[in-house]
């Protein structure tokens, strides 16, 4: 099987030192004043080699990912490149559109003038991947920055080696490396690269690193795009069609073994359907992750954890919450030596225990009930604001009340995850889940200074009007201009 090799090999990545980091960034800084002249097709043409790399290396994308955590061929297909070409097809359908002058309307107070909104490069601007989905969110940022015109510096992650090699053959095979430069290394290389100058950072990963990427920024005033995580809740109330219900939330969970960032964190059931929803879970993980009944252990179709840490992380969580009561209702199963837990339900663990506290980035689920759907509101909302929210109800009335009283940065009606897939919605989150979107236009944007454009005619204006000395007649004019305009 593809997947099962060995990630092909390359030369070990030159070293990374303060001096090289600066020598690195002036460079591409001299090429993105080029850049800035250029039109939307030679950014296209960058696009397309990059969609061509793409598409005649598949094995080689499935064999560093399943190096670094085991990650199914087919689950890397899906998550990993499929959503890297959405994200491409996309915006090479739309870049010119997003490239040319955006008209506004004028308003009477200013007749005669014209207004446009003109997209333009930021600069040279920092992309800091997350280990989870090592491949794609690298790539998806990488192309909305290519897509606006900037010099992009690409930091991936250290505890996915195999990936980070791999994408740094991507960028060597296809790039100028005065455009694109990929760096290597641990936390001493991404906090040298926040004392640099850039014009937008990207980053994906935890809110705790995420607010030290942001006061990095603030010493150059760099603006930031913050993808961040959050404890994503699933909301099952009694309409909801709970075979379906069960399906999508066992598979939400259970991709890239919870790894997600918009994984369902925690489960709130009504409790009427409590029981039947159990048992809806307990069949489709079996359905999805052990048709043979040999044990999900044994499936091809389940991740691993990433590394040691945060298998014992995981692990504490669940001995935890089953010490201060909690009810395991499925699995439970762990595996030190592969990094393996099994996808977990449980129930009745207290509040204030871990499970409940931590984002918790991995294949356990902890459920409570509810009676009414302002108390599961009022349980979402006393926590930090979420990255995802999800609901599973027939009711429209319940769904109006759920998307009006408990804000998150997106959110999902019957189903889980897929909102990220779509190229038309923006990607983001609120407060403690993030800042900034991305996707599509949304991503293209975040990469660009939309500069607002005001062209005046020569001579007579309505403006001049207005103009000093303020005479009786001009501040009757003023006052029409208030009153009406």
């Not at 909801?240 to 790894?259: F, H, M, P, T, Y």
């Not at 999902?412 to 996707?439: K, Q, W, Y």
Request: hydrophobic share 40%.
């Amino acid at each position: 099987m593809p997947h099962a090799m060995s990630p092909s090999p390359s030369a070990p990545a030159a070293p990374v030192t303060a001096p090289t980091l600066q020598a690195t960034f002036d460079r591409l800084k001299t090429r993105s004043e080029a850049l800035r002249q250029e039109g939307w097709e030679p950014r296209a043409a960058r696009l397309q080699k990059l969609a061509s790399w793409l598409a005649t290396h598949q094995a080689r994308i499935q064999q560093a990912l399943y190096a670094d955590f085991r990650k199914p061929a087919a689950e890397v297909d899906l998550s990993e490149i499929y959503t890297s070409q959405i994200e491409l097809k996309h915006t090479l359908q739309h870049l010119k559109k997003w490239t040319s002058r955006r008209r506004v309307p004028t308003p009477l107070s200013l007749l005669g003038a014209r207004g446009w909104v003109q997209p333009e490069p930021k600069g040279v601007v920092l992309i800091i991947a997350p280990w989870n989905y090592p491949f794609y969110l690298a790539i998806d940022p990488l192309i909305s920055a290519l897509a606006a015109g900037n010099c992009c510096i690409l930091k991936p992650s250290e505890m996915t080696p195999a990936t980070s090699r791999l994408l740094r053959q991507l960028v060597e095979e296809t790039f100028d490396a005065s455009e694109v430069v990929v760096c290597e290394g641990d936390k001493e290389v991404s906090t040298a690269l926040l004392t640099l100058p850039f014009d937008h950072i990207f980053f994906t990963g935890s809110p705790e690193v995420g607010k030290v990427v942001m006061r990095a920024a603030a010493e150059h005033l760099t603006s930031v795009t913050l993808e961040l995580g959050g404890k994503s809740p699933v909301v099952v109330d009694e309409t909801a069609n709970l075979r379906d219900a069960a399906e999508k939330i066992v598979w939400g969970k259970c991709l890239n073994a919870g790894q997600t960032c918009v994984a369902p964190d925690y489960l709130l059931v009504q409790e009427q359907v409590r029981d039947e929803l159990v048992r809806e879970i307990r069949s489709a993980t079996r359905r999805l992750h052990d048709p043979k009944g040999e044990g999900v252990q044994q499936s091809d179709s389940f991740a691993r954890i990433v590394n040691s840490r945060h298998f014992q992380r995981l692990s504490r969580l669940l001995e935890e919450g089953q010490r201060r009561g909690g009810t395991l209702e499925m699995g439970g199963i762990v595996d030190s030596s592969e990094c393996f837990i099994e996808p977990t339900l449980i129930d009745g663990v207290p509040a204030d225990a871990g499970l409940w506290q931590e984002e918790i980035f991995g294949p356990i689920l902890p459920m409570r009930t509810y009676r009414t759907l302002p108390e599961a509101v009022a349980f979402v909302n006393g926590r930090a604001r979420p990255l995802a929210l999800y609901l599973f109800s027939r009711s429209a009335e319940n769904r109006r009340y759920i998307l009006q009283h408990a804000p998150s940065g997106g959110a999902a009606i019957n189903d889980t995850i897929v909102h990220l897939m779509h190229p038309e919605l923006p990607f983001g989150g609120l407060g403690n889940s993030g800042m900034g979107r991305c996707h599509g236009r949304y991503g293209f944007d975040a990469f660009s200074n939309l500069k607002g454009v005001l062209q005046q005619r020569i001579g007579k204006t309505s403006v001049k009007l207005l103009y000093p000395p303020y005479t009786p007649a001009v501040k009757r004019m003023i006052e029409l201009v208030m009153k009406w305009f």
